[in-house]
């Protein structure tokens, strides 16, 4: 099976977007349960372009053109240069939270610093919200959504 797709959702409840793979689970900006009558906006055919999508449909339409432009400039740049992303991280997120299905601030901290990057814990966890990798529960932990 080729990647599968992605999904543009908007919440009912808070109007934000987010990105999904089914259209189930929970809004990552409210926490409301997404159902099959939140709106689908667009449907994505590649993760890679899934957070230029999001940020696209949580921006006012007169300001798009110009945010995409400088979105899509900047995803050339981080899959060309050697800088580590946060999608990079992601993957090393995921492997831990395999093997507890949470992830503390102190658990992302350290990977962080395992991997010598310096990138804020909020930035990073806020993208994988972003891409609804991740929904932030009640007590200040991440939970793993796939
Ligand atoms: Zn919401």
């Not at 050339?76 to 580590?84: A, F, G, I, Q």
């Not at 972003?130 to 939970?143: C, F, I, K, S, Y």
């Amino acid at each position: 099976m080729s990647e599968p797709t992605w999904l543009v959702l908007r919440c009912h409840h808070c109007g934000q977007c987010s990105g999904h793979r089914f259209q189930k689970g929970r809004c990552p900006h409210c926490g409301q349960p997404i159902t099959r009558e939140t709106e689908l906006v667009k449907q994505v055919p590649s993760s890679a372009d899934l957070h230029i999508e999001v940020a696209l449909a949580n921006t006012p339409e007169a300001l798009r053109d110009e945010l995409k432009s400088r979105l899509v400039a900047q995803n050339l740049n981080s899959s060309e240069s050697e800088t580590p992303s946060a999608r990079r991280v992601f993957q090393s997120l995921r492997d831990l939270a395999n093997t507890t299905g949470m992830l503390s601030r102190n658990d992302v901290e350290s990977i962080l610093k395992k991997k010598g990057l310096d990138m804020p814990v909020e930035a990073v966890m806020e993208q994988a919200e972003n891409e609804g990798l991740v929904l932030r529960t009640a007590d200040g932990h991440w939970m793993f959504l796939e």
